[in-house]
């Protein structure tokens, strides 16, 4: 990785011009650190043929600060969104303590990178050695699951040669809820139906120190109702199968802000879903958890791309489906732009994107707004790519290479600075607009 930085003035004595834009830092003992300005600034030094990943630590720093102090209980970090071991390392000198991970290997650098932190293991599905290597090997005592045959599995794997079984073990149920109200769906692959949970919210209390209920409201939750809904589902549950429950897991949801698609403040959030679980029927010692990815890093990156051709509307660029901008293809999030030429003075349009590939798959429908008159040769900044943008890429087709550089200015959209605009037409936080 190469970190660099400019400041907006070059020191007195610096001979030549990328001198003039760059300064050393000396961090974290031998380390030099550079950070550039913006993006801008990157594009006048480097002129870059391949995209370049650009970093924003006291973005990520300041989205930690403020889930670690208004949340009200834990916060795991969704290691999936962005795997990135210095990001984990600013999570974590921030205020995070806890993690998410969904893989074994997802535990290995977790655990490799902070060895103090507390891992859970929250993919309901997992191979029994896996289980066993996250248990004996790297201390992970919590584990989630939707039914019987992994329960089995869990009590299995951690069982000590032996024979004696592991009292130690903090095991969530994830329960099926609607994704109604978040952008992307998580309702149809993990989850056990509320109509089925009682028998196995029974037996796993006999095999866990702390049973727990999970649920995961989708991604991109646009409203704090969906956690309501969730919590009312929570509710039966708990009185079906008459068990004491330990930990109640919200799971993630928190949305970022992108274009049309603009959330309440997070206060609201959670606001509504500690009212609603102070109400449950639960242990008087019982923890409030929630699993944020995207809302912990999407402002942490942005990347920068080249447009290598235009045909009317279309922008050829060097980053596309099989790169960082997988989620732009897929499911066509609209992420923010902003043209990085000084020169380009005609009014917003509406552009569509194909990547480098040679598959027709590689296109990005938007629109994205950016001037009219746009060439190949410009350059383009894409916003909030800090969740699923370098988690997601690929070498297909021989592209992927991705420069990250670190930058000092801000995000595209922020919900943290507390500056933004309030979107709500009312004080309503349950409103469902």
């Given at each position: 990785m190469r970190l660099i930085c400019a400041p907006s003035a070059a020191p007195r004595g610096l001979p030549n011009r990328k001198a003039a834009l760059c300064v050393k830092l000396t961090v974290w003992g031998s380390l030099e650190l550079h950070i550039y300005p913006n993006a801008s600034a990157v594009v006048r030094d480097l002129s870059p043929d391949e995209p370049v990943i650009l970093n924003?630590?006291?973005?990520?720093?300041?989205?930690?600060?403020?889930?670690?102090?208004?949340?009200?209980?834990?916060?795991?970090?969704?290691?999936?969104?962005?795997?990135?071991?210095?990001?984990?390392?600013?999570?974590?000198?921030?205020?995070?303590?806890?993690?998410?991970?969904?893989?074994?290997?997802?535990?290995?650098?977790?655990?490799?990178?902070?060895?103090?932190?507390?891992?859970?293991?929250?993919?309901?599905?997992?191979?029994?050695?896996?289980?066993?290597?996250?248990?004996?090997?790297?201390?992970?005592?919590?584990f989630s699951l939707d039914t019987m045959e992994e329960l089995e599995k869990i009590v299995e794997a951690t069982t000590a040669d032996d024979g004696t079984q592991a009292d130690d073990l903090n095991l969530l149920v994830r329960l099926r809820v609607s994704s109604d109200y978040s952008e992307l769906s998580l309702a149809s692959k993990f989850g056990i139906d509320l109509a089925d949970a009682a028998p196995l919210l029974q037996a796993t209390r006999q095999h866990c120190d702390a049973l727990g209920i999970c649920f995961h409201v989708g991604s991109q939750a646009m409203t704090p109702f969906a956690y309501v809904q969730a919590l009312e589902r929570v509710r039966a549950a708990i009185a079906e199968a008459a068990v004491t429950v330990d930990i109640v897991d919200v799971g993630g949801g928190f949305p970022s802000s992108y274009p049309g698609m603009e959330p309440p403040p997070l206060e609201d959030y959670f606001g509504i879903i500690h009212r609603h679980f102070e109400n449950l029927p639960i242990s008087y010692s019982a923890e409030l958890w929630c699993e944020p990815g995207r809302a912990l890093c999407a402002e942490y990156s942005s990347l920068i791309v080249k447009v290598e051709k235009r045909r009317g509307d279309e922008l050829y660029i060097n980053d596309g489906a099989y790169g960082a901008l997988f989620d732009a293809a897929h499911v066509a999030w609209r992420f923010p732009v902003e043209a990085l030429e000084d020169d380009l003075t005609e009014a917003l349009e509406e552009f569509s994107f194909y990547g480098p590939t040679c598959d027709d798959a590689d296109f990005m429908k938007g629109p994205f707004m950016l001037p009219a008159d746009i060439q190949a040769g410009d350059y383009i900044e894409v916003g909030m790519l800090g969740a699923y943008g370098a988690a997601m890429k690929t070498a297909f087709n021989g592209f992927g290479a991705a420069e990250c550089i670190n930058v000092a200015n801000e995000p595209m959209a922020s919900l943290y600075r507390g500056d933004r605009p309030d979107p709500r037409e009312s004080d309503n936080v349950v409103s469902l607009r």
């Open positions: 924003r630590p006291h973005a990520a720093a300041r989205a930690a600060r403020f889930f670690a102090q208004k949340f009200p209980g834990k916060s795991l970090y969704a290691v999936k969104a962005n795997p990135s071991p210095d990001l984990v390392r600013i999570l974590w000198d921030s205020g995070v303590t806890h993690y998410d991970v969904a893989s074994i290997a997802e535990v290995r650098m977790v655990r490799s990178v902070l060895p103090e932190a507390t891992l859970c293991f929250m993919h309901p599905v997992k191979t029994k050695r896996a289980i066993a290597e996250a248990y004996h090997q790297h201390g992970v005592t919590t």
